[in-house]
Structure formats: structure tokens, C-alpha cells
């Protein structure tokens, strides 16, 4: 064939269109599997804050307790890449995982509505970047404390399953 042959010129336009086409779709089709993944952890965590909120106890002497603990085990295990955290407005009291070890989740000052969940993407421990479900619940008593209840999962969860996918 020669170098200005109307086929080759084609061939080379279709070779370059399906490489660019393929590429694009590949980081289409990962980022899509991205945004699953990140829904599918957000449902997890709601999950999370929801139990929680089901076993959250206030003692006879006003303290804030878990009455049973998650299922798990990375709740237990320190710097698991896993943890929750359950703030009292009125009081100030703080419960933790053990996972968190002797970090405090610096949840934002947004206001909250009762109920709602809000994720937010926080500084976590050893700087690790968390992705965070919380929620505010008034938890009757005696007296009415407002209980603001969190979730959290270390986002590289999220960049591993995509690193996976792509390379799969």
C-alpha cells in the first residue's frame, strides 16, 4: 500500500478512534463502578448509625452507654480502618469504638437535621481520609439528649476496589 493510500489513512483514523473510544469507556465504566461502591459503603455505614441508635443507652447516672456491641470485629481492632463515635450534646460525653483508639472524629458543625443522615469526608486517624455517615437522634429520657451518632470507613476501601476494577 502506499503511505497516501486512502485505506490506510482509514484504517489508521479507525485504529485511533476505537483506542480512544475503549479508553474512554474504561474510564467511564470505572467510574460508575466507583460511584457503586461509595453508595454501597454509604448504605453500610447508615446501617452502622442505625444500630447504634437501636443500642444506645443512657445509665440512671446520666452516662451515655452502648448496651451491645457491633457485630464487627474491626470495631474492636485499633486503626482498623473502621469506627464509630457517639456525642452527647447535652452532656458533652463521648463514646468511641476501640478502633478509633485515642482519636476524637471532629465531626462538622453543620446543622443537623433529627434523623437525617449526612456523609461527609473527614481527616481520621493517622490522617487517613474517612468517609462518614452521621445522624442526630433525641433519645428520651428523663431529660432529652440529643445524640449525634457517626459512622466511619477509611475511603481507601473505596480507592481499592476501584484500583481492582481497573485493573481487571
Known amino acids: 500500500m502506499r503511505a497516501r493510500s486512502l485505506r490506510l489513512r482509514l484504517a489508521a483514523a479507525a485504529g485511533v478512534s476505537l483506542v480512544v473510544a475503549l479508553l474512554l469507556a474504561g474510564f467511564g465504566l470505572t467510574e460508575l463502578f466507583e460511584r457503586h461502591v461509595v453508595r454501597r459503603v454509604n448504605g453500610e455505614l447508615d446501617t452502622y448509625v442505625r444500630q447504634l441508635a437501636a443500642n444506645a443507652a443512657i445509665a440512671a447516672d446520666g452516662t451515655l452507654q452502648v448496651s451491645r456491641a457491633l457485630a464487627d ?62 445522624r442526630r437522634v433525641i433519645f428520651p429520657a428523663q431529660s432529652q439528649h440529643r445524640l449525634r451518632i457517626a ?17 481487571d
Do not use: C, N
Open 151 to 167: 459512622a466511619a470507613v477509611d475511603a481507601r476501601v473505596v480507592l481499592d476496589a476501584r484500583t481492582a476494577f481497573a485493573g
Open 73 to 134: 470485629p474491626r470495631f474492636s481492632e485499633p486503626l482498623s480502618g473502621l469506627y464509630w463515635q457517639i456525642e452527647d450534646d447535652s452532656t458533652g460525653a463521648k463514646l468511641r469504638s476501640r478502633s478509633l483508639w485515642d482519636h476524637v472524629l471532629a465531626l462538622p458543625t453543620d446543622p443537623l437535621d433529627i434523623g437525617t443522615v449526612h456523609h461527609h469526608r473527614l481527616m481520621g486517624p493517622a490522617s487517613a481520609t474517612l468517609l462518614v455517615a452521621e
